[in-house]
């Protein structure tokens, strides 16, 4: 067991940070999940990973994290690298490459083929399951990532993430229009309550942000620059199909054919033979910036679109250009149903819903129910029996049995006829 005493000077520090510093052998990372097993004490209490200091609190580790042991093997892995120093190595990521092992892939990784290229010069910061690994992409998002090569780059880079100072930039192809020509997706992510494979818009989940331009249209589509402010799991995968515009050819989150079924007929074969020619979803990482770990410059690399990507932006060149766009796509309207928070069981109460959901409709009970059609049916019979009484005395003045100048009720005269002469 290992004791740490909170001093003034990292007051209202979250307990993670406070630990990552102490523990300087291990990930934060490790530090949470330690937090989250239970094993970290704050004046003799369990606390969450967000659990803010303060001055004369006594922390109690119970265990240490437990290092991952490593079954990582060296893979001859082809590797396009775009530029390397004595720090940073900057790659240039394939498609249908995954990152590091985990669920369920433990060969044929991009750690795998670091291991094989640069042997140990290699940060070891993630454990030896992600040497080097400072960020990472989808298995089928192609583009740029850095990877670091001691510990000092990486912790530097890690700091530059933390503060948004490493800027990534993709480019993506969405379906439709979308409504302003830049703007920001600001809505928190984390795991989808109902499907465990995707992310999605969740109530109390963590805060993300997307920067977009739209730099071209065409019939049934737009090609964005994006920016990520923060970087979450499928962020803007997740945040595209949020605002109705899903990543052209995605198949987790709506961008195959169920955005085909939307387009009109006029241009739904155009729509399908770009689909055919898109492998998945039509998005990459196309240019990042970075402060350099030892110079302390900025420095700013950029890669051309793949080639399924461009064969698609030259193919909607030519069979669907667009040089007005309506901004008024309605085949994709009836994503907006999806515009609202998952409701998950545990809710934040000091983070505000900030978005309004649509009216709850109250389901009356039997005895309501059956109140409202006694209601109904007395107000049936009050009108039919008006109605029969009308009609007995149309047919009494008729006989003679009422006398014609009788005045049926509610039709009396505005003016007195013995003025009228």
């Given amino acids: 067991m290992i004791c740490f005493k909170v001093g003034e000077s990292q007051a209202e520090e979250r307990i993670d940070r406070f630990l990552q ?12 999940k330690l937090i ?22 006594e922390i109690q580790v119970l265990a240490l994290p437990k290092k ?38 433990r060969t044929g990784t991009l750690a795998a083929g670091l291991l094989y290229h640069f042997k140990e010069n290699l940060s070891q910061v993630n454990g030896p399951l992600r040497p080097g690994i400072v960020h990472r992409l989808d298995k089928d998002t192609p583009g740029l990532m850095v990877v670091a090569k001691n510990d000092k780059a990486h912790l530097s880079l890690a700091s530059q993430l933390e503060n948004r100072t490493l800027h990534r930039t993709y480019k993506a192809l969405v379906w439709g229009q979308p409504r302003d020509l ?25 805060e993300a942000r997307t920067h977009y331009k739209i730099l071209e249209f065409f019939t049934f589509a737009s090609l964005l620059e994006l920016e990520l402010e923060t970087g979450r799991t499928h962020q803007i995968r997740v ?46 990482a196309v240019k990042l910036s970075l402060i350099h770990p030892s110079t302390g410059k900025m420095v700013t690399f950029e890669a051309p679109l793949e080639k399924p990507f461009e064969d698609v932006l030259k193919y909607l060149r030519k069979e669907a250009p667009c040089d007005n766009p309506s901004f008024n796509q309605t085949f994709f309207k009836d994503f907006e149903s999806d515009r609202r ?12 819903y900030l978005y309004e959901e649509e009216p709850v409709k109250e389901r009356m009970t039997r005895a309501e129910r ?13 009108f039919e029996i008006e109605k029969r009484r009308k009609k007995e005395e149309r047919e009494a003045i008729r006989r003679g049995e009422i006398p014609s100048e009788y005045i049926v009720p509610g039709y009396e005269p505005t003016i007195d006829p013995n003025l009228l002469g």
């Fill in 36 to 57: 989250a097993s239970g094993s970290v004490l704050v004046n003799g209490s369990t606390i969450s990973k967000n659990f803010r200091l303060e001055p004369e609190m």
């Fill in 21 to 32: 510093a102490q523990l300087k052998d291990f990930s934060r990372t490790d530090i949470q």
């Fill in 182 to 206: 830049e703007g920001t997706i600001d809505a928190p992510i984390d795991r989808d309550p109902k499907n465990r494979l995707k992310m999605g818009i969740v109530w109390g989940g963590k």
């Fill in 341 to 352: 928070y998952i409701d998950v069981e545990e809710v934040v109460e000091e983070d505000p």
């Fill in 239 to 284: 945040h595209n199909r949020y605002m109705g515009n899903p990543v052209f050819g995605d198949p987790l989150y709506d961008g195959r054919d169920n955005c085909l079924m939307r387009v009109p007929p006029l241009v739904r074969d155009v729509a399908s033979e770009a689909l055919e020619k898109s492998p998945a979803q039509l998005l990459q």
């Fill in 68 to 105: 991952e042991e490593s079954n990582l093997e060296p893979e001859d892995i082809p590797l396009n690298i775009i530029y390397e120093d004595d720090d940073i190595v900057v790659i240039n990521k394939p498609r249908q490459l995954v990152v590091h092992p985990g669920s369920g892939v």
């Fill in 370 to 382: 059956l109140l409202k059609k006694k209601e109904r049916i007395a107000r049936r019979k009050e």
